[in-house]
């Protein structure tokens, strides 16, 4: 039986733990296949479900490798392009990435892609702080509806959703998974 506060009846697990974890071993063993030299690779998870998820992929990546990847934070509250529109000032983050970015790959981490604006203003966060030798992306759920011509590297799970439909993760949580959750 679904506990209807926290998984509302319209809710469809999507990726259980276990699911969660082999789609997290994936990627890992994807950037290392794309990336042959890891040492120059940096992790950058927008906030905040991104960070936790880069953290989880690096720590799949030093088991293999042997090898730690260093850590970033890029906060994009302040380069979306709908800041003026929002009834709230967005909360900002810090952002910081180990530098200097020339020479390196930076992969963006995002928990979900969606139309491709939170990547777009990661990338703009990204540039004011060097230009990196590449940029790729790194999310665990594609859920289409594209406004950007945006494209994952590294994709978990591909979930095609209606406009209507939200995808919601819980990370570090006693149970943990994805879930897609229609609006009523």
Do not use: C
């Amino acid at each position: 039986m679904t506990d209807s506060r926290t998984h509302p009846e319209s809710s469809i697990l999507l990726m259980d733990a276990a699911a969660l974890g082999r789609a997290l071993r994936r990627i890992a063993h994807e950037v290392i296949e794309r990336n042959p030299e890891l040492r120059q690779v940096v992790l950058a998870g927008i906030p905040s479900r991104g960070n936790e998820i880069a953290r989880r992929i690096a720590g799949i990546i030093s088991g293999i490798e042997k090898i730690d990847l260093p850590l970033g934070v890029i906060d994009v509250a302040m380069h979306r392009d709908d800041v003026g529109r929002r009834a709230e000032l967005p909360v900002v983050q810090p952002s910081s990435l180990p530098l200097p970015l020339e020479d390196r790959t930076v992969i963006i981490v995002d928990d979900v892609l969606f139309t491709g604006r939170t990547v777009r203003a990661a990338l703009d966060a990204i540039t004011s702080f060097g230009r990196p030798a590449k940029i790729q992306l790194a999310v665990l759920i594609d859920r289409g509806h594209r406004e950007l011509p945006i494209r994952a590297d590294y994709v978990g799970k591909n979930v095609p959703t209606a406009p209507d439909e939200r995808v919601r993760l819980r990370l570090g949580e006693a149970e943990e998974g994805v879930w897609l959750v229609r609006q009523s």
